[in-house]
Every structure is written in C-alpha cells, then in structure tokens.
C-alpha cells in the first residue's frame, strides 16, 4: 500500500512538472488515468505536506488548479536524480548490444501487457 501511494507521488509529481500552467483536478485525473476522489486525496496530501497548492481559476471561480510548490519541485527534481543515477549504474552493468536488446524485449513485453489489459 506504501509502495502505490509512492507511486502515485511520483506521477502526480511528473504530470505536474511537466505543465506550464496549473491543473484543473479533472485534468490531473486524466491525466493520471485514476478516479477524481483519488487525485483529490493525493493533491490533499501533497497540499498539507506544502508540496502543491490549489489555486483558484482567474476564468472560473468553481474550478480549482493545482501546481507545484517551490518545495515540491525540489523533492521532484532529487527523486528524479536519483532514480536517473540508479538507472545509469544499473544499465553500465550491460554492454551496448545487451542494452538493445534489453529495450527490444522491454518494448514487447509492454506492447504484452498493454494487449492483455484489453
């Protein structure tokens, strides 16, 4: 159960860097393919925990944004060196015909899953 709501962190953490301007809740929804009240709790969380903030719409009073705090890009931006730095030692144990063919067999066995969750 830890490990998914660290998953879910990182996601609504990468979906959320990656956007110029804030997000409605019911994009970040898509966004993250979960239920609205799913992103509702973790944007509840990542709130109280000062890494997001909601921010009204200058269109629309009823619709909400969520962006990044300062504090919650930084927390991204290390999480992400790590996992890159990780991912580097572990890819420079292979050698560059391994790594082809590690990406060819991880391209089928995705395109896999992708056909058996149809």
């Not at 019911?26 to 709790?41: F, H, K, Q, Y």
């Not at 962006?67 to 890009?73: M, V």
């Not at 580097?88 to 391994?98: A, S």
């Amino acid at each position: 159960r830890r490990e998914m709501a660290h998953d879910l962190f990182y996601r609504v953490c990468v979906v959320l860097s990656r956007q110029e301007q804030p997000m409605t809740m019911s994009e970040l929804s898509e966004a993250l393919a979960v239920p609205m009240s799913t992103a509702t709790r973790m944007v509840d969380w990542l709130v109280q925990s000062a890494y997001a903030e909601r921010l009204p719409d200058p269109e629309d009073r009823r619709v909400v944004r969520v962006s990044l705090t300062g504090t919650g890009r930084e927390l991204y931006q290390t999480i992400n060196q790590f996992i890159r730095r990780r991912v580097e030692q572990f890819l420079g144990l292979f050698t560059p015909q391994e790594r082809d063919q590690l990406v060819v067999l991880l391209r089928k066995a995705v395109t896999a899953l992708e056909a058996m969750g149809q």
